[in-house]
C-alpha cells in the first residue's frame, strides 16, 4: 500500500479522504510540484529538491495560500514518502490544495483549511519515447497563460486545464504534445515542458516573459555552457522552428526530450541531434551524481532499495 504524507505525518495513500466540497476541487486553486529522485545503487538521490521546494513556496504565496510548513520541513517529508515507499527512481508530487467550506471564491483560511499533500509514484517516462527517439509537436493548438494575469510563474492546478486541452487537441491530431504560444505569436513553451532550438550549434530557448522558468531549464542552460555551447535567450516565432538543425523539450517529468516533427514536417535530419544527444547524456549523469552540478543539486537517502 502506498503513503502519502498529509499536513505532517505518513499515511495510507487510500485513507488519504479529501471532501467532495474541496474548494481546489472545484476551483483549480492548489499548486503544485513535480519531482524526481533517482536510483544509484542502494542509494537514491534527489534532484533539486530545495529549489523546487522554493518554487513551491513562492506559487503558494502567489495563489494566497498561507503554507504550514517550512522549505526544510517540506524537504524532509519528501525524503520520508520515498524511504516509506522505498521508491528509487521516482516522481514526487507536492499539492497544496484547499478544503472545504465556502463555496465563495475568497476562501478564508480558517474556514476552509489548506492541505499539504506529498504523494510518489514510479514514473518511467512522460512520453512513449525514450531520449533517443524523437517526438512530434503542434502548434495552433493553444495559447500560454502568460504574465497578463500575473500567476504564469506559480504552478497553479487550474492552469493545467489550458495545458490539458492543448495536449488533448494535439493528440487529435497524431501529435505527442503541443507547443504554446504567447500573446504576441512567439514560442513560450510546451503543455509542460520547456523548448529548446539548435542552430549552428548554438542553443536557443525563449525567455520566461511567458514560460515557466523550468528548474531543469536552468539546469540545461548550465549545462550546455560546460559543454562550451553558446546558448541564447530571445523571440522564438513558429517560422522559426522549421529552419532549426534540432529541438529539444526539458522539464523535470520529460527531462530532455528530442523534437523530430513540427506539424507533420522533418527537422533537421529527422532524427536525434548530435547537441541534444549530449545533453541528455550530460542530464543523466548530472541527476544521478555522475557529474558534477552546484552546491543544492542532490539529497541523497542512503539505503533505500527495497
Ligand atoms: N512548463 C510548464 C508549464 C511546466 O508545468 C513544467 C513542469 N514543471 C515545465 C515547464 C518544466 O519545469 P521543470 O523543469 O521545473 O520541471
Not at 503558494?60 to 510548513?69: G, P, R, W
Not at 542552460?221 to 526539458?250: A, N, P, R
Request: negative net charge; proline residues 2%.
Amino acid at each position: 500500500m502506498m503513503k502519502a504524507w498529509i499536513d505532517g505525518g505518513l499515511m495510507d495513500e487510500e485513507h488519504g479522504l479529501v471532501s467532495i466540497m474541496s474548494h481546489t476541487l472545484h476551483y483549480g486553486t492548489g499548486v503544485f510540484e513535480g519531482i524526481r529522485s533517482y536510483g544509484v545503487g542502494e542509494n537514491t538521490v534527489v534532484f533539486r529538491l530545495a529549489d523546487h521546494v522554493e518554487r513551491l513556496q513562492r506559487s503558494a504565496q502567489a495563489m494566497h495560500l498561507d503554507l504550514k510548513f517550512t522549505t526544510q520541513e517540506i524537504c524532509n517529508a519528501v525524503l520520508e514518502v520515498l524511504s516509506a515507499n522505498k521508491l528509487q527512481d521516482a516522481y514526487i508530487r507536492p499539492l497544496i490544495f484547499v478544503g472545504p467550506g465556502t463555496l465563495s471564491l475568497d476562501f478564508h483560511p480558517v474556514g476552509n483549511a489548506i492541505s499539504t499533500l506529498i504523494a510518489a509514484r514510479k514514473w518511467d517516462r512522460y512520453f512513449d519515447a525514450d531520449g533517443l527517439t524523437g517526438i512530434s509537436v503542434v502548434t495552433g493548438v493553444g495559447r500560454r497563460l502568460t504574465s497578463q494575469t500575473g500567476l504564469h510563474q506559480a504552478k497553479v492546478a487550474g492552469a493545467y486545464a489550458n495545458s490539458y486541452v492543448a495536449t488533448m487537441a494535439a493528440k487529435a491530431v497524431g501529435a505527442d504534445e503541443a507547443i504554446l504560444v504567447d500573446e504576441s505569436g512567439c514560442i513560450a513553451e510546451a503543455a509542460a515542458a520547456n523548448i529548446f532550438t539548435v542552430r549552428g550549434g548554438v542553443v536557443h530557448t525563449p525567455t520566461c516573459r511567458a514560460a515557466l522558468a523550468g528548474i531543469t531549464r536552468d539546469t540545461i542552460i548550465q549545462l550546455s555552457q560546460k559543454l562550451g555551447l553558446k546558448t541564447v535567450e530571445t523571440d522564438i516565432v513558429v517560422d522559426d522552428l522549421y529552419g532549426v538543425d534540432e529541438i529539444f523539450l526539458t522539464g523535470t517529468a520529460c527531462e530532455v526530450v528530442p523534437v523530430t516533427k513540427v506539424n507533420g514536417k522533418h527537422i533537421g535530419k529527422g532524427s536525434v541531434g548530435p547537441v541534444t544527444q549530449a545533453l541528455h547524456e550530460s542530464y543523466q549523469r548530472t541527476v544521478h551524481g555522475r557529474d558534477s552540478f552546484s552546491s543544492n543539486g542532490w539529497i541523497e537517502i542512503k539505503s533505500i532499495a527495497a
